[in-house]
């Protein structure tokens, strides 16, 4: 299973890192949601996936949902404003 997250998407809720403190935080700067370890234990994955649905911006989008061998989390960061 793939997890996207789309940065350029973040409201910066914080519910993300609610779910999950050990993948997700919240950046210093801007508040935006960062990805703390991009190939994380399967044991994790109810966590993740609670972040998931919590999102209300729907920053996440996952990918070959029903392979659970594997686990790996695809960080789009956000695009800095010119
Ligand atoms: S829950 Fe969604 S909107 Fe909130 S910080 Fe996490 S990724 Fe951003």
Do not use: Y
């Not at 994790?44 to 686990?71: M, W, Y």
Request: aromatic share 2%.
């Amino acid at each position: 299973m793939r997890v996207i997250v789309d940065a350029e998407k973040c409201i910066g809720s914080g519910n993300c890192v609610l779910a999950c403190r050990e993948i997700f935080a919240q950046r210093e700067d801007n508040g935006l949601i960062h990805v703390l370890h991009t190939q994380p234990s399967l044991t994790l994955l109810p966590h993740i996936k609670q972040a998931v649905q919590d999102c209300p911006a729907l920053v996440f989008s996952l990918e070959d949902e029903q392979d659970t061998s594997s686990l790996t989390i695809v960080e789009l960061p956000a695009v800095s404003p010119a």
